[in-house]
């Protein structure tokens, strides 16, 4: 079964060709299909659909089948279900993060799209640009072949399973004078304007309904950041909402962007949560597919994984750009929303992870924040593609910085934490320094201040788990910002 698996990846360019031509000529079985009736007609092609699939492609029969916009590795086998490209947390040995003896679905697919192009890897461009919808999860297991048989012959002539993106995000619109934007909308812009860097940092929210030690931690960051992340079950553990959070900070006059991640919830409750974020006053919302659930405090638990991330992107962008639902239900006032993503630059498929940031930007991703950089070498050659597509005009990239107390824990999320890259030798310099807290601040200054000399580069979003002191001195002492105090006293 792997075998015959591989081979149609080796083959993919003929396979896609044999696909395409097959689609021209099913319309033609139309009429035999209407005569026999197309219910039954599609009963009687399911079990060779299924068998033909599943031997070659590992098929699961989902009844929406993008193989020919995924280089024919199909995106069910997925373990978050991506239908948009890989997630942030693949191995560093092109694995699944949720099933490490399997290759990364978007790893082969990478690999099935050079060959359909017939091209070499290291001049690879992946061509899959096209937004592959959600699931319509009542078409499990029924024909997909009855489809292209049963509809307008051209329609479906070149392409028959890709799913057009509608308008693609264009650049940072300017501030309107009637609708405000938002403290980070503002930033982006004015970055754009003037290239004023931006500066996020992210905190988990309590596990306490008090939010004291939330606003506490909060405070530190007044006057030294453009807004404040708060984390959706980060690394699957358990904690306060982000959309609590995020709604106690936008009370208390603090600017929040409320992380929502596709893994806890399905399609209905990720709106209603984002609908009820900006009924209290929270406009700022990164979508996240979600870390592995077997990763943390709650194993035992169901992922959801009904959208990705870029298709959440595309819902919400729609509700506020048109007031309209997925369902296309009418909203009785669209919320105005300030939409962002992430993107990983720093583990495989690297070839592909533009592409992976240019479907999100154009589903409507305005600001992009990147995974822990610690290899300032996989960003320069992630901006230099950046730029050659002119994405970074489009939206503002905020790469993640962050600092541990020591080697041995930095070490360690190099180690447990998928997607999380630190080269040898970083490692190596915080363990001999005296003092290893110390050390790994200055790693985080020094990478400030080469990111700032990276064109494209927007910002820079700080990372470390309950030290907000030290970020806070870290934003000071790289001249991001000045404190409110000190700027007083000067």
């Known amino acids: 079964m792997r075998a015959l698996r591989d081979w149609s990846l080796r083959h993919a360019r003929g396979l896609a060709r044999v696909y395409a031509a097959a689609a021209r ?20 092609l399911t079990p060779a659909e299924r068998a033909a699939k599943s031997l070659f492609f590992g098929c699961q029969m989902c009844g929406d089948c993008a193989l020919s916009v995924t280089g024919m590795a199909c995106p069910m086998a997925c373990g978050k279900q991506m239908r948009n490209g890989p997630c942030g ?50 078409r499990a297991g029924q024909s997909n072949w009855i489809r292209l048989i049963s509809v307008d012959q051209a329609k479906h002539a070149a392409a028959p399973d890709k799913v057009q993106t509608g308008a693609a995000a264009g650049p940072l619109e300017p501030m309107d004078p009637v609708r405000p934007s938002g403290p980070l909308e503002q930033a982006c812009q004015e970055w ?38 708060i984390t959706d079950g980060a690394g699957a553990n358990c904690h306060m909402s982000s959309v609590a959070a995020a709604s106690v900070l936008a009370a208390a006059g603090h600017t929040p962007v409320c992380q929502v991640g596709c893994r806890d919830r399905n399609r209905i409750a990720l709106q209603g949560d984002v609908l009820g974020a900006a009924a209290l006053g929270v406009r700022n919302v990164l979508c996240l597919t979600g870390d592995d659930v077997s990763q943390g405090d709650h194993p035992e638990a169901k992922p959801v994984f009904d959208l990705d991330a870029v298709n959440l992107l595309h819902i919400l962008r729609g509700m506020s750009e048109r007031g309209e639902y997925a369902s296309g239900r009418r909203l009785e006032q669209a919320p105005r929303l300030f939409l962002g993503a992430t993107a990983n630059p720093f583990v495989p498929p690297y070839a592909d992870r533009v592409a992976n ?33 002119g994405l970074h005009e489009r939206a503002a990239i905020i790469v993640g910085v962050g600092t541990l107390a020591s080697a041995k824990a930095l070490r360690w999320m190099a180690e447990h934490v998928p997607g999380v890259h630190v080269p040898q030798a970083v490692t190596e310099r915080i363990a001999a320094a005296a003092d290893q807290k110390a050390e790994g601040q200055r790693v985080a200054i020094e990478t400030i201040h080469a990111l700032r000399r990276i064109e494209g580069v927007a910002g820079v979003h700080l990372m470390g788990h309950k030290n907000e002191a030290a970020l806070a001195q870290i934003i000071a002492e790289s001249g991001l910002r000045q404190a409110p105090q000190a700027a007083a006293v000067a």
């Open 89 to 138: 947390g693949v191995r560093a040995n092109g694995h699944c993060e949720l099933r490490p003896e399997q290759r990364c679905t978007w790893v082969e697919a990478g690999e099935g799209d050079v060959r359909m192009q017939g091209g070499a890897r290291g001049e690879h461009r992946p061509s899959w640009r096209e937004r592959v919808a959600p699931l319509d999860r009542r």
């Open 25 to 44: 000529l099913a319309p033609w079985l139309a009429p035999l299909a209407r005569r026999v009736g197309v219910a039954r007609f599609g009963r009687w």
């Open 192 to 229: 754009q304007r003037s290239g004023r860097f931006i500066v996020t940092v992210e905190i988990a929210p309590p596990d306490s309904p008090d939010p004291a030690a939330l606003l506490q931690r909060a405070d530190r960051f007044a006057g030294l950041v453009d807004a404040i992340n």
């Open 357 to 389: 940031l240019e479907r999100k930007i154009d589903a409507g991703a305005r600001f992009i924040q990147t995974q822990f950089c610690f290899d300032l070498g996989l960003i320069e050659d992630f901006m230099r593609e950046v730029r050659a597509r």
